[in-house]
């Protein structure tokens, strides 16, 4: 079945970086929709970043020019690059694969951002 991992999430400051990194088993990446996900305290989950197959991006408003996604389909991964943190990206990380703007059922277990003022 599918398992997506999560990963790379962690406490900074405001104005600092991270990457995360979410590998999966049981689903090839390179032949679906990619997105990341967040969901913050009283919030609902979003979308934050979409990568296709054919390598197109789209980012919500709110991290476009800050954050970056990316694939190695070879490792079977996907990346979100976040530059300039602000304590509003606070939230739980996810990816999941997507058909097209709809989003697959199999979530994992996401990775924690906290963002510092």
């Known amino acids: 079945q599918v398992q997506l991992v999560e990963s790379g999430g962690g406490l900074v400051q405001a104005g600092g970086s991270l990457r995360l990194s979410c590998a999966g088993s049981?689903?090839?990446?390179?032949?679906?929709?990619m997105g990341w996900f967040r969901q913050a305290p009283g919030k609902q989950r979003e979308l934050v970043a979409r990568?296709?197959?054919?390598?197109?991006?789209n980012y919500a408003e709110a991290v476009n020019g800050r954050f970056t996604i990316s694939r190695d389909n070879a490792k079977n991964t996907v990346y979100l690059q976040m530059n300039s943190l602000k304590p509003e990206d606070t939230a739980v990380y996810y990816c999941?694969?997507?058909?097209?703007?709809?989003?697959?059922?199999?979530w994992g277990q996401g990775t924690q951002v906290t963002v510092s003022s």
């Open positions: 049981g689903i090839i990446f390179s032949i679906n929709v």
């Open positions: 999941n694969t997507m058909a097209g703007w709809i989003t697959n059922d199999y």
């Open positions: 990568i296709t197959s054919g390598g197109s991006r």
